[in-house]
């Protein structure tokens, strides 16, 4: 018999939601996309667009849809990071399995209320860990599972967030103030904290974690320059994080923000950047989130590793140190080696270099599309907790960075077995 597809709903409709809809539409067989909610009528209207389905129905907010019966299997959570748990956990009740976006939550305390609830409540949540499912990191996991580097003893991992990326989501950005979202190692390297505890496949024992704004200050602005671009700035034509250039070379950065970015005039962009957040010099905000960060971490099985998020490089770079081999891979043997991976065995010195097909459709090296395509099975495997990225697996991937976040703030080396009992 020929399967029911999923039915599909969303609690925000943003730039997440809009990538999810419009890979779920593409795959009918599958997926039927079939409400969404948001304060927002014109991205109501996209999500409709999206979804392609004439019965589709649309909510002002969260207690609009959850206030129906349920209209879906699973729900999108894709709100603010802020909202999560509130919006997760009425979802849950109201019988809902869920996609939910990372961060889980903005506190550990939440994180860990919210795996209780879903357990309690025998309900399915899958976050949108989608490194997992990416094949780039599918193949990284086959190799070090598969034995071929021997075993895991250390590894170093990067984040390069990317400087202009730095300045639109974490100095003028949604990001921006930790205290309104979550702490950097959460909001953004919650993907790395979770592949690498994913890779070494045993519990993290202890960190120690530095890090701070080293250049997104006011002392750092140039000389003469104003709080916003729009003000006339002076180093304008030559700086990178010039709010101006949202009409120009990153314009495509606009539609993450700006409904109207497809066909708003340049006068009104500039007119919205006079008031916007993004039209602020990124020398003269009120942010919070660090732009670089060092974790060091030892793990159950004796292995150890580093991992480093800087604003001042860009994509991510893996080194993992075996017994018998030891493997370089992401954004710089990409540039240097023209290859994703490099294996360099120990004895023979032979080296072995993978390139690696992606779909491009969505984003993540093929996350995203990798992750609404397995959705479907994921959600039908018999244990909630056996799914790739089940709330259950990422509680650990969370509770590794609350425990950065924490020794980063304190200056502390944090015992996780400390954090586990708290
Ligand atoms: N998995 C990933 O790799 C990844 C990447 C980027 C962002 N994210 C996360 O995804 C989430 C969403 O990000 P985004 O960029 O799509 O956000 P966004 O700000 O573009 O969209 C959020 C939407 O939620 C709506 N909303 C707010 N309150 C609501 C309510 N009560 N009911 C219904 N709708 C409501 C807003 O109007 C907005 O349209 C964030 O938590 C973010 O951290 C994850």
Known sequence: ???????????????????????????????????????????????????????????????????????????????????????????????????????????????????????????????????????????????????????????????????????????????????????????????????????????????????????????????GAPARCTDGCPVGDTCLYNALRYLGDRRNWLGLIYDRAGTASDAEIVDWLKVSPWGRCVYRCDNTAVDHQTVNMTFASGATGTFTMTAFSEGRDLAIFGTKARLLAGERVKRLAGCDIVIEDHTTHALERITIDFDQDGGHGGGDAGLVRMLYSEMSKPQAADMESSLQKSVESHLIGFAAEESRVTGRTVHLAEIRAR
């Not at 956990?89 to 919210?114: C, F």
């Not at 190799?143 to 390069?160: H, P, Y």
Request: proline share 5%.
């Open 1 to 223: 018999m020929k399967p029911q597809p999923l039915k599909l709903a969303a609690i925000g409709c943003g730039s997440r939601t809009f990538i999810y809809f419009e890979l779920a539409a593409k795959q009918p067989e599958l997926y039927a996309i079939v409400a969404a909610a948001d304060h927002n009528a014109a991205r109501r209207t996209k999500a409709r667009e999206l979804s392609r389905n004439p019965d589709f129905r649309e909510f002002v907010d969260d207690a609009a849809l959850l206030a129906e019966p349920k209209l879906a299997d699973v729900m999108i959570i894709a709100t603010q990071d802020a909202f999560h748990f509130a919006h997760a956990s009425a979802a849950l009740r109201k019988g809902y399995d869920l996609l939910l976006e990372k961060p889980i939550s903005t506190s550990l305390a939440d994180v860990l209320a919210l795996d209780r609830l879903a357990t309690g409540l025998g309900r399915r949540v899958l976050v949108c860990h989608v490194l997992r499912y990416t094949p780039f990191y599918r193949r990284v996991k086959e190799i070090v599972a598969g034995g071929r580097l021997g075993e895991l003893v250390s590894f170093e991992a990067t984040e390069g967030v990317e400087a202009w990326h730095q300045g639109h989501s974490f100095v003028r950005g949604h990001w921006a103030v930790a205290e309104k979202a979550t702490p950097m190692i959460i909001a953004k390297s919650c993907h790395d904290t979770d592949i690498l505890s994913w890779l070494v496949d045993s519990p993290c024992i202890s960190l120690n974690s530095f890090g701070g704004i080293m250049h997104f200050r006011p002392e750092r602005a140039p000389p």
